[in-house]
């Protein structure tokens, strides 16, 4: 490991980080690569062996999304060459679902294979209260809940899932982490990174 390296910059503390990302702050942590925000080139080298480090770490997620699908109907009534006094029954646009896989690596995995570089993020918490805090965020991305700003009902379905852990949570234990949430909850537009 590289010595003194200072934390990333706050454009690149966030929960997930795709592979790309993850090797170049691997390459710079530990490999002596380029800072992540200057945009430089590291070694092949470099890139290799952070690539190796990083792969075990690599998770998948699956979602659907929907695209748009250009038919050869379509495109002919786009290019102007169909009669536009006759009504169409067809619509010019349709969509299909794909399926896409989204590989990143997690904050917490990415913080263990390079100490030092991710700042804590729940500083002022005691060991308890983190796993409390760490859990109810865990429930609220599994339910895709932002939790500085929940939908109407959904604290009382965070508050179930999290009170079936009875060695972790009660009633009260549950409020009051619940009630501190500014201190240890980041909202999804704060964890992505800035555009510059």
């Known amino acids: 490991m590289v010595p003194d390296v200072e934390a990333l910059p706050p454009g690149w ?3 997930r980080y795709t592979t790309d990302e993850a090797v170049i702050i691997v390459v710079w942590a530990r490999y002596g690569g380029p800072h992540p925000a200057s945009g430089g080139e590291p070694s092949r080298q470099a890139t290799a062996n952070a690539t190796r480090d990083v792969r075990p770490l690599v998770k998948i997620e ?3 999304i929907e695209v748009p699908v250009s038919s050869r109907t379509a495109r002919f009534r786009q290019a ?3 009669d536009p006094s006759r009504p169409t029954r067809q619509p010019t646009h349709r969509t299909e679902e794909r399926i896409v896989h989204d590989r990143y690596v ?3 995995d ?3 294979l390079c100490p030092g570089i991710l700042p804590d993020p729940h500083p002022d918490l005691s060991p ?3 796993r409390r805090a760490d859990r109810i965020l ?3 991305q599994a339910l ?3 939790v500085l700003r929940p939908r109407y009902g959904w604290k009382k379905k965070i508050k179930v899932e999290c009170l079936k852990e009875s060695r972790l949570f009660t009633d009260d234990t549950f409020e009051h982490t619940w009630k501190t949430r500014e201190t240890w909850a980041k909202s999804p537009a704060d964890i992505r990174p800035d555009s510059a």
């Open 13 to 15: 503390i966030r929960e």
């Open 62 to 64: 699956t979602r659907t």
């Open 106 to 108: 997690e904050r917490a």
């Open 144 to 146: 895709d809940v932002d």
């Open 80 to 82: 102007g060459t169909g």
């Open 128 to 130: 308890i209260e983190r």
């Open 110 to 112: 990415l913080a263990a």
């Open 138 to 140: 865990e429930i609220a």
